[in-house]
């Protein structure tokens, strides 16, 4: 414990007495100052005990000695020692009264006590109170590292929680809570998802206090009493995870102590070497690359256990790429560092982080400085998560995912082009998620959803709107009758509400002013294949 005014009036040495403020005490003291000024306050830092003499003071006066204790707890001094048979034979009243008035401890400082004798006092205190926390903290450090080695980061945060008498939460890549002590702190831990992701924002190490005197009002996080710090996890730009600790006030030395042994300890659990990272990208790299030219015996042989589970179970390729990438993929770099914040870099940690708490195997690797390609076992958590992650990103898609149909390794090639071609669909379709399965089913027409498919459209259908446009007859509609109807005059005509030699007559014109016959099948195709795409007339150029 700190220093306080009652462990300086017990204090044999000194023979201190109490002339007011006797219920505040217990208020630590910070440092002990000396200063005969009128007005010391621009010198004080809150905290302190002043020693003085009243030298230059009139302490028989009343107002003045009122308006000067007024300005010293305005300043944050918590106790006035003032020397007795110095300047004044004993404490002037006018200063007593003012005391009790603002409630500000004043201690009596005997002739035969030296203001050095109570700064010496309050120091040796302070020094054996550091070195208490300091002592305390190295054998935090020490428990903290036995249960981080002998029963993971469950354990730790156990510990840490019971040291700094509160709650502690660790978060992994993608602000998911992975563990909590106790077990009640899960519920406040995951409350706090919106403060982890803005904290993943900001380059590593980053932290925030949330709660009393924090960054965000405690009333605003559900908590008045609760006062909780974040402390992001990694190193360099990659944001591994978080650390939150809950506790009901500031930490002191001994648990600031403990909760930095915790932040070291989770980050060297949670941090991989960027040597084995960059080993494991290598080997994720030549395991994709033997699969899709058809070499899965190699691909099996080469991913051996951290990928060998993956490749014997049906599985999915997807290829994601940045939404604001308009240029064909680039060609793959071995090892293209992506920013901490980079879209794809985000849902690359998204869907390891599920892969993690649900066991599972993914091999992820960048394709290029804006492709990622990724293999999942089908139906599971990782897919889950880039689902959940596409639904999030809908609304404004940084990222645009195409994922192929379930394959194995013979059939990796293939499950490539899907991906590709539901990529290229998404794009399209301006959706952050389209899978194989949607291309083979349901109509054809949302695949022409395309700027290209549309000028061609309104190209070849632009001479006929600007006929009927000009009131010559309506020869657009009587094509779609007529091709909607397989070219039967009868039933066509009777939809359009004409005799049959009227349309035979239309579609004459049709064909003089297409310069194409309606007899070939391809023209009737394109025909009417343009017809659907333009959902309005083309306007007149005149």
């Not at 519920?187 to 992701?197: S, Y």
């Not at 809908?394 to 590709?420: C, F, H, N």
Request: charged share 25%; proline share 5%; with cysteine.
């Amino acid at each position: 414990m700190p220093p306080t005014l009652a462990s300086l009036v017990q204090h044999s040495a000194l023979n201190l007495t109490v002339r007011a403020g006797e219920d505040r005490l217990q208020t630590p003291v910070r440092w002990v100052h000396a200063s005969e000024l009128a007005d010391p306050v621009p010198y004080m830092e809150g905290g302190e005990l002043l020693l003085i003499t009243a030298t230059t003071l009139d302490a028989a006066d009343p107002e003045a000695m009122r308006r000067y204790v007024r300005r010293l707890v305005g300043a944050g001094v918590v106790g006035l020692g003032f020397a007795v048979g110095v300047n004044y034979e004993d404490i002037p009243e006018a200063l007593v009264e003012a005391a009790r008035e603002a409630g500000l401890p004043l201690l009596g400082v005997p002739r035969r006590t030296p203001f050095l004798a109570i700064s010496k006092a309050v120091s040796a205190a302070l020094a054996a109170d550091q070195y208490r926390a300091v002592t305390a903290g190295f054998e935090a450090q020490r428990e903290l590292t036995r249960a981080a080695l002998a029963e993971g980061p469950a354990a730790l945060l156990d510990r840490l929680a019971a040291h700094v008498d509160g709650w502690a939460a660790l978060y992994d890549a993608s602000g998911a809570v992975v563990a909590a002590a106790p077990e009640w702190a899960a519920r406040r831990a995951a409350r706090l998802t919106g403060e982890v992701e803005r904290l993943r924002e900001r380059p590593a190490p980053a932290s925030a206090v949330v709660g009393a005197s924090g960054d965000v009002p405690a009333e605003a996080s559900g908590d008045a009493e609760d006062r909780v710090e974040l402390q992001s996890l990694g190193t360099g730009r990659r944001v591994r995870g978080a650390l939150a600790v809950g506790t009901g006030a500031a930490l002191g030395t001994a648990e600031r102590y403990a909760v930095h042994s915790a932040i070291a300890l989770l980050t060297l659990t949670t941090e991989r070497s960027r040597g084995l990272q960059a080993a494991e990208q290598r080997l994720g790299s030549a395991v994709l690359r033997m699969l899709l030219s058809g070499q899965p015996d190699h691909a099996r042989a080469v991913a051996g256990d951290l990928y060998g589970d993956l490749l014997d179970a049906p599985f999915r390729l997807l290829v994601a790429e940045s939404a604001e990438s308009v240029k064909p993929a680039k060609a793959a770099k071995p090892l293209p560092d992506l920013e901490a914040g980079h879209p794809l870099q985000l849902l690359a940690d998204a869907l390891e982080a599920a892969a993690a708490r649900a066991g599972e195997a993914v091999l992820a690797v960048p394709d290029g400085e804006e492709r990622l390609m990724v293999l999942a076992v089908d139906g599971g958590a990782v897919l889950t998560a880039c689902e959940g992650y596409a639904r999030r990103e809908a609304e404004e898609a940084e990222v645009v995912i195409g994922l192929s149909a379930p394959t194995g390794p013979i059939a990796a090639a293939g499950a490539y082009k899907q991906a590709e071609q539901a990529l290229s669909v998404a794009r399209r379709r301006g959706r952050a998620l389209v899978e194989h399965e949607e291309l083979a089913a349901g109509s054809i027409l949302p695949l022409l959803a395309d700027d290209a498919v549309r000028a061609f459209a309104d190209g070849m259908l632009r001479a006929l709107y600007e006929h009927d446009a000009k009131g010559r007859g309506d020869l657009v509609a009587s094509l779609r009758a007529w091709l909607s109807r397989h070219g039967q005059w009868d039933a066509a005509a009777a939809d359009l509400g004409v005799h049959r030699h009227t349309l035979r007559y239309r579609m004459r014109r049709v064909e003089e002013i297409l310069g194409r016959s309606l007899d070939d099948p391809d023209v009737r195709m394109e025909l009417w294949l343009a017809l659907k795409t333009t959902a309005s007339p083309v306007p007149s150029t005149e």
